[in-house]
Structure formats: C-alpha cells, structure tokens
RNA sequence: GUGGCUAUAGCUCAAUUGGUUAGAGCGCCAGAUUGUGGCUCUGGAGGUUACCGGUUCGAUCCCGGCUAGCCACCCCA
C-alpha cells in the first residue's frame, strides 16, 4: 500500500520542541512587557466575513487574503493582520469596554504572498494597541513598548525608526502632490535601497511629478545630523502646511518625551523616508531593525491610524499601536545564534536507575513539582550512562541520581549537567535542603548577544 | 503574482565527460568488566537521489512539468 507523501504548504511550517520553545517564551516576554504597561488581553475568530478584511490595508493586502466560502456559502476570509479585526472589535464593543483601551493581541496571521526568509504566508504577531484617544502620550508610549520589547528579548543592537504620516501628507500637500501620495511614498520609500536618482525616475515615472516636485520632494532625502538637527531641518521645509507643522510638532515632542524616558538616541531615530506601513496609517509610524540583519525588513512596525473603526462605525476610534513580527524575529535570532537548543521546558532530570524503586522516584518527583519544578522522571530502568547523555543532550540543568546507596543513606546525589559536578544531599530533613540545590538559575533559552 | 538559483541520509556535503551494490563527517541507536553523559574505539539503522514524466541500452547527472527553499521585484512582520 502506497503512503501519502507527507508535507507542509508553501509559507506554511512545523516547529519543534526546540523552535517551539523560544517561540513560547518570546510569547513569554512580549506578554509581560505588554502587561507591564497595563494592556489586556483580547482575542478574536482567525475567519472574519471577506467584507470586513477587504479594503482596509490596500490593494496588495486584497491580493494575499486568504479567502473561500464557507460552508454555509458565506465569503470569509482568514484574518491578514490583527489590526483590521481589533477595528471591527472596537465598533461592537466599545460600548462595553470604554477608552481609552488598551488590550494586545497575539495570534496567527496569513498571508498568501511569495516566501523568503523570514516571510511566511503563517506568522505569528504580537500585537498591542491604544484605541480611543489622539493623545501624543499614547503615540510616545508605543515607542517606549517597542523599545522595551525589543530589549527584554535580548537585543542591543536595534533601531527604532520613526517618522510621521502628517509631515509627508503636510509636504505633499504643499506641493501638490496629496492625490498621488501613495506612489510618491512607495518610492521615497526605497532610497535606502535604489538611491535619490532612481526614486527621482521613479517619482516622475508612477507620480508624474514634475522636476520642481521631485527636486522638493528629494530634499527631505538631504537632512543630516542627529534628531533634533533633522527636525530644525524639516522645519522650513513643512512651513505652511498646518498638518505638515503639526506632524513635525509631534515627532519633536515624541523624540524629547522617549529620550527623557531613558530610549537612547541611537536607538530612536527620526528617518524620513520610511513611509510604507498599511494605508491606514495617519500619524506616527515605526519601524524596526536590527542592526545586524538590516536586510530581514522590519521586526516591530506599527504607527498611528486614526480612521480605521470608521468603516465600522460612526465613533470616533483613533488608534496607536505596532506589532512585533514573532517569526520574522526569531528566523533573525535563529541566524544570529541567539536561540538555544534546549528541547526540554523542565530543569530537573531524574534517572530511573533502581527498578526496584519507581515509587521513591516519583514521590521525589511529585515532591519538587509541588514546589514549582519541572520534573521528568526517565520511564526506562536504562543503563545509568545513557539516560545522563540523554538529559544533556535535551538540556536539562540538573540530574538527580538515587540507587541502592544513596536510599540506604537517606541522600540523594544531585549531578549538575554542564559541569558534570555531583554533590550528595540529605532528604533526611525533607525536601528542602534538596530545593535549595536546585534553586540556581534556570538555564537562559535565548541567549542576549554580547 | 513575475523572474532567477537550488533540491542527494535527521543536518552539512561528495559521487570521474550519464555506467551497474550512491559515500563521508556530524547526529541517532547498540556495545567497549552488570553505578555516572559531553573525549576515544567498534558495530548498526537510516536514501525509490523531493515528486511525476521524457530522452537513452542505461539517468543523481540531460530535458519538461510539479512541489518546496533561497534571492530579486513587489509588498511586508
């Protein structure tokens, strides 16, 4: 009988205990950082009514939903980011809820686009957001999410990079440029990448920009120095424009608020010719590198929108939030040998040694359970050599070894798996003595850089 | 979605101009005087050469298709 080849669809992966692991415990830390700032949780059906995905972030994001007929022959689609279906989740429940509120998301997103690395058509976002309120407290607390974020999981060696939807709209508008800003943004958009004279082409050929416009537009390309030079620079070149002055306003007092909060300089850097993000955005938005793989594309953007619970509702619902790219990330973390091997959750080993002894084995094992341990008892009586190659090779800390010896004397020999050391240790008195042995630090899974 | 590169054991890679039983290292399993792993030694398992088809006496090798991965475009986490 033939079997069926078993596979995974393109963008679509498994993980292993391993992979697994870090995964859960940058679950781990983005939860507690969100919680620390009191964001609550919420979550929301992977399916939404096609109506309400389409439309929300542009015409390309259209292109990759995920979409069928139930059925029931309802058109769904499956959710292309977390943000569309938090919109719809304010309109029915904002009543209940009250705002401002903050809440973070994390779940399974899909998109049907080209694969590469670090771009999966399944990944998982972790969210947060602030709805209801424009205020730039809000906008200045997403940077400082961010930037925590970034840093509890281990790096250093980040860049933040912000700008504001109102300088270009502002400077746009000026020139009179405003109908095409989105072709003119998707270009001054890779000047990292292709250079000012192909985004001039570039400008001419889908914005139809005349010289003087582009010649304009490319000055926003020419700003040097740190913040605060940038902005002096940014200044003139808004002047007149009430949105542009406004959206220059905020950056600057955005960048104050974040370095007064402690973010250093080098790490929040105003750069203005990020310009992408979805269609919704309207204010601030951010974008995240890491210095040391520029190229895997943003691991934490987000930004201002304050339209987008309008196709929803008539309420006003601005919003601010950013999203971190959890596989995205940790394909990063995986490159940069941050991400340990470790394929156990538990820190406590102990060998099945005695066969006459199963039950003593797992008293003990109940015992440092109870007090919080991870424990896993090895269920073959194998030869004693094996089952410590074994806990070393899953990453245990710690191997507890009891035979026939060790339960005459009362002991129990506590074998520290990195650095082969035992030492014996009474239960005579109970668990206790045993608990303080173990209490050492729990192996790191992800290791920071240096 | 478009274009390019790639595809051999769990992983990293070999295999003379297409030639018969496709190899190595690492890993895995089992041993090396019946109580202690990471070093060493021995043995073993594991591949329909991603999959389907074509050319040929004969295909891992050449051709086509398909699937997947990577790169660029596009876009984005």
């Known amino acids: 009988m033939s079997t069926i080849e078993p596979r995974t669809l393109k963008g679509f992966r498994d993980y292993l205990p391993t992979a697994m692991l870090a995964r859960e415990q940058l679950i781990d830390t983005a939860r507690r950082v969100y919680r620390s700032y009191g964001f609550a949780p919420i979550d929301t059906p992977a399916l939404e009514y096609l109506e309400i995905l389409t439309g929300k972030g542009s015409d390309e994001t259209d292109k990759q939903l995920y979409r069928f007929q139930d059925h029931g022959g309802r058109d769904v689609g499956l959710r292309f980011d977390l943000t569309v279906p938090l919109a719809r989740f304010m309109a029915q429940h904002s009543a209940a809820l009250g705002v401002p509120f903050k809440r973070y998301h994390i779940g399974p997103v899909w998109r049907g686009e080209n694969t590469q690395r670090g771009r999966y058509r399944e990944f998982m976002q972790c969210d947060f957001d602030t709805i209801g309120t424009l205020a730039p407290a809000a906008d200045v607390e997403t940077a400082l999410v961010i930037h925590d974020l970034i840093q509890a999981l281990g790096f250093s060696r980040f860049q933040i990079r912000v700008n504001n939807r109102m300088v270009l709209n502002g400077l746009l508008d000026r020139l009179g440029l405003s109908d095409r800003s989105s072709a003119v ?117 987000g930004g201002r929108y304050d339209n987008l619970a309008a196709l929803f509702t008539k309420e006003l619902l601005p919003g601010v939030g950013a999203s971190l790219g959890l596989d995205r990330l940790l394909a990063g973390m995986e490159e940069l040998k941050m991400v340990a091997s470790a394929s156990t959750p538990a820190t406590v080993f102990i060998a099945f040694f005695d066969p006459q002894r199963l039950v003593d084995y797992l008293r003990l094992a109940a015992n440092l359970r109870a007090a919080g341990l991870g424990v896993e008892l090895y269920p073959d009586p194998k030869k004693l050599g094996a089952q410590l190659k074994y806990a070393a090779r899953r990453g245990f800390q710690t191997a507890l070894v009891a035979g026939e010896n060790e339960f005459a004397a009362g002991i129990v020999q506590v074998k520290d798996l990195a650095t082969g050391h035992s030492r014996d240790v009474s239960l005579a008195a109970g668990i206790q003595p045993l608990l303080d042995a173990l209490r050492d630090s729990p192996p790191p899974r992800v290791r920071p850089l240096p």
């Open 185 to 301: 943004l998707r270009s001054l958009d890779k000047l990292a990448k292709i250079g000012r004279d192909r985004v001039a082409e570039e400008l001419a050929q889908f914005a139809g920009a005349n010289p003087d416009q582009i010649r304009d537009v490319l000055r926003l390309t020419e700003l040097t120095g740190d913040n605060s030079a940038i902005l002096r620079q940014l200044e003139p070149l808004v002047a007149g424009s009430e949105t542009g002055q406004a959206g220059v306003a905020r950056l600057d007092q955005l960048l104050a608020a974040a370095a007064a909060a402690g973010v250093p300089d080098n790490r929040l850097r105003l750069d203005v010719s990020i310009a992408r993000g979805l269609d919704y955005y309207t204010g601030v938005i951010f974008e995240t590198f890491l210095d040391d793989l520029p190229t895997l594309g943003s691991v934490c953007s």
